[in-house]
């Protein structure tokens, strides 16, 4: 089992940056697929990267392409997303989440682990 914590989240301008970083407990993170994923308020959960299990395969969802960067460093066991050209719109609670089979999915249920999501909000 993996713990997941998430951090840097916060407030920023349109148009600025923010970094987000989660960080997992165990010895095991190396094996997971790690992913982004967000909810606005009365929306659902959507897909924004993620990540496999080496960092060499990164996916994200055509709203954030171009903005956003997810890596990943395994001596850290801490996954990150960099967020540039911030929007209104990106406004959400963002969550890591940890892929057990590795190659890191835009499906939530395909994650099995979850962080506990942290704030981000982005003013005009």
């Known amino acids: 089992q993996v713990q997941l914590v998430e951090s840097g989240g916060g407030l920023a301008q349109a148009g600025g940056s923010l970094r987000l970083s989660c960080a997992a407990s165990g010895r095991t993170f190396s094996t997971y697929g790690m992913g982004w994923f967000r909810q606005a308020p009365g929306k659902e959960r959507e897909f924004v990267a993620a990540i496999n299990r080496s960092g060499l395969g990164t996916y994200y969802a055509d709203s954030v392409k171009g903005r956003f960067t997810i890596s990943r460093d395994n001596a850290k066991n801490t996954v990150y997303l960099q967020m540039k050209s911030l929007k209104p719109e990106d406004t959400a609670v963002y969550y890591c989440?940890?892929?057990?089979?590795?190659?890191?999915?835009?499906?939530?249920?395909?994650?099995?682990?979850w962080g506990q999501g942290t704030q981000v909000t982005v003013s005009s």
């Open positions: 989440a940890a892929d057990r089979n590795g190659s890191g999915s835009r499906t939530r249920y395909q994650y099995a682990y």
